[in-house]
């Protein structure tokens, strides 16, 4: 059984970062696309980076570009995104999610994705 889980999520000042982590079980990372998703209260998901099978190619939303950094970690099975200069409109629920194949520059679109986690919640605020 495929599971995703997401960790690493706070209250936070802005300007301040995080490192968001996603460990996965019941498959292997290496295979699949990694998509990572906000979504803020009333407002719809929207797509924040997105990392292709071997680490080979990765997208941000303009919204995040130069401050969020995905990779897949050296620990097995697990990807991060780390987020640097925060503001309070990234508070948001922050998910992973996984892509059996790879979409290019539509790899921010949610409805590609077949499994999600459950979500870790991060505020931004003074």
């Known amino acids: 059984q495929v599971q995703l889980v997401e960790s690493g999520g706070d209250l936070v000042q802005p300007g301040g970062s995080l490192r968001l982590s996603c460990a996965a079980s019941?498959?292997?990372?290496?295979?699949?696309?990694i998509g990572w998703f906000r979504q803020a209260p009333g407002k719809e998901r929207e797509g924040v980076s997105c990392i292709g099978v071997r680490n080979t190619t990765t997208y941000y939303a303009d919204s995040v570009k130069g401050r969020f950094t995905a990779s897949r970690g050296n620990v097995k099975n697990t990807v991060y995104l780390q987020m640097n200069s925060l503001k309070p409109e990234d508070t948001a629920v922050y998910y992973c999610?996984?892509?059996?194949?790879?979409?290019?520059?539509?790899?921010?679109?949610?409805?590609?994705?077949?499994?999600w986690g459950q979500g870790t919640q991060v505020t931004v605020s003074s």
């Open positions: 999610a996984i892509a059996r194949f790879w979409y290019g520059s539509r790899c921010l679109e949610g409805t590609l994705y077949q499994s």
């Open positions: 019941g498959l292997s990372l290496d295979y699949y696309a």
